[in-house]
């Protein structure tokens, strides 16, 4: 009556219609796509992963290191619809767009991930921040010279800016990573 409507909690139950959207938007065929929904419900019963348990999934994969700084901002590009919780078509896809098809792509969504003001360009301050987020999430401790995070965000700001604004569009992103092997590492590991 005039009150806030709760928030829909999602089905655990895969639809035709979302199967088709996996199948459209991934590389994965429908059995597949079950075969990666089993999984996420039985991680997350109730159909969303929430920030805590996104952290704790990432600690798995870097024990060593620390991932919640990381993760606070890995999370919000997976969390595409902004409602702090992520579905189980905002995760495969995530996952997909991370881990399948061309470069650009990949190297697109890790853009994404570093431009934390969404603003469409990457600034030193962004930089430094996600940087300084990716050594705590592999366990680097050696932050000194051309290790200081801070440094490396100006170096590779300077290596990348085409057009002297002293900002990374994705544009000089993803052409800086394709063109040098060693920042495409350090920025998009894996990628």
């Not at 999602?10 to 059995?31: F, R, V």
């Not at 030193?124 to 200081?148: F, N």
């Not at 490396?152 to 900002?167: E, F, H, P, Q, S």
Request: net charge negative; charged share 30%; hydrophobic share 35%.
């Amino acid at each position: 009556m005039g009150g806030k409507q709760a928030k829909k909690a999602p089905s655990t139950e895969l639809t035709a219609k979302q199967i088709a959207l996996l199948k459209a938007n991934t590389k994965y065929n429908e059995q597949e796509i079950r075969d990666w929904h089993t999984g996420f419900i039985k991680d997350c019963p109730d159909g969303r992963l929430d920030k805590k348990k996104f952290v704790d999934l990432y600690k798995q994969f870097y024990p060593n290191g620390k991932a919640d700084n990381y993760c606070k901002y890995a999370f919000n590009t997976f969390d595409a619809n902004h409602d702090g919780s992520i579905d189980f078509e905002e995760f495969l896809i995530s996952v997909t767009a991370s881990s399948q098809g061309q470069l650009d792509d990949r190297l697109g969504y890790a853009f994404d991930i570093y431009d934390i003001s969404n603003d469409g360009q990457i600034d030193q301050k962004e930089l430094t921040t996600l940087i300084s987020a990716m050594y705590d999430l592999v366990g680097e401790t050696d932050r000194k010279g051309d290790r200081d995070p801070k440094k490396r965000a100006a170096d590779i700001i300077a290596k990348l800016d085409v057009t002297g604004d002293k900002k990374l569009s994705k544009a000089e992103f993803v052409a800086g990573c394709k063109n040098d092997p060693i920042i495409r590492q350090l920025l998009a590991p894996g990628v």
